[in-house]
């Protein structure tokens, strides 16, 4: 079966950064298309960054120019660099794949950004 792992979260200060993982399995990772999602307290589940299986890649406007999505296909891991990162940026971020009209998620990684 799809299962999407995330790591990487953690307590980091303003200004810092961090790199989120997702391991996936049970799937053919270099031919789907893999998204970062994140749900601030309170708030709806947001898309954050998408890239496709060729490598193009978009961004909420948030986060355009300190975040970056890349994917390894030898290593069925997709990534999220986060630079720069603000209180706002507090959440849990999932790692989420569509596949022929399904909806798979991970559990989520919880990043904070707090002094």
């Known amino acids: 079966q799809v299962q999407l792992v995330e790591s990487g979260g953690g307590l980091v200060q303003p200004g810092g950064s961090l790199r989120l993982s997702c391991l996936a399995s049970g799937i053919i990772f270099r031919i789907n298309a893999m998204n970062w999602y994140r749900q601030a307290p309170g708030k709806e589940r947001e898309l954050v960054a998408s890239?496709?299986?060729?490598?193009?890649?978009n961004y909420v406007d948030s986060v355009k120019g300190r975040f970056t999505i890349s994917r390894d296909n030898l290593k069925n891991t997709l990534y999220l660099q986060m630079n720069s990162l603000k209180p706002e940026d507090t959440a849990v971020y999932y790692c989420?794949?569509?596949?022929?009209?399904?909806?798979?998620w991970g559990k989520g990684t919880l990043v904070t950004v707090s002094s």
């Open positions: 890239i496709t299986s060729g490598g193009m890649t």
């Open positions: 989420h794949v569509p596949i022929t009209g399904l909806n798979y």
